[in-house]
Every structure is written in structure tokens, then in C-alpha cells.
């Protein structure tokens, strides 16, 4: 899945490797990697519209993780049960879906 950030970054999340990449869209080089727990599968990704966090589900973990949109460190983690894929976040920034 991949997430555009409101600083123009570009989120990515790579399944098999357990990790997220921050892509640096002016350069087209990886700015960060965010490991993640082996199997925890990430997949879907949202970036809250007023920046305030990026928020990734954990398919494999059955976890929906809330992260600093700017530093990519793991702020919450909360269990929303296995095969949580897909995340999306309102127009206010103060709510999180996911199927």
C-alpha cells in the first residue's frame, strides 16, 4: 500500500519484509525505514489529513498502529483482531476505519 503524506513523502509498506519505507519523492530515495515485528505483515496505510499521525494495519499482529507522521515512531498500538487490511481516516482527522 502506499500513503502520499502532506509533507509530500511517499509511504510504503512492504508486507514480506515487515517494514515501512518514507520515500523522499524530490529525490526518489528511501528517507526511512521503519522495521516492524517479523510476520506482522503490514498493510493498509492512512495519514491523518491535519498530519497529526499515520496510522498502518498490522495484518499478521491483528494491531492497527498509530505512528509520528514526521519521526515514523510507533505512538499507540491497539488490537483489532487478524486480517485487518485496509485503513482510512475521516476528513477531521478524529476517526480511523478499517475493514
Not at 38 to 44: D, L, N, T
Not at 63 to 76: D, F
Request: charged fraction near 10%.
Amino acid at each position: 500500500s502506499l500513503a502520499l503524506a502532506p509533507d509530500g513523502r511517499l509511504w510504503v509498506s512492504n508486507t514480506g519484509s515487515a517494514s515501512l519505507s518514507i520515500i523522499n519523492t524530490g529525490t526518489l530515495t528511501v528517507a526511512t525505514t521503519i522495521p516492524l515485528a517479523r510476520g506482522s505483515r503490514p498493510y493498509g496505510l492512512a495519514l491523518a489529513p491535519d498530519a497529526s499521525a499515520a496510522f498502518v494495519a498490522l495484518e499478521g499482529a491483528g494491531l492497527v498502529l498509530r505512528l509520528s507522521p514526521s519521526t515514523g515512531a510507533i505512538l499507540a498500538a491497539r488490537d483489532v483482531g487478524l486480517h485487518t487490511r485496509h485503513v482510512a481516516v475521516s476528513a477531521a482527522s478524529d476517526r480511523v476505519y478499517l475493514s
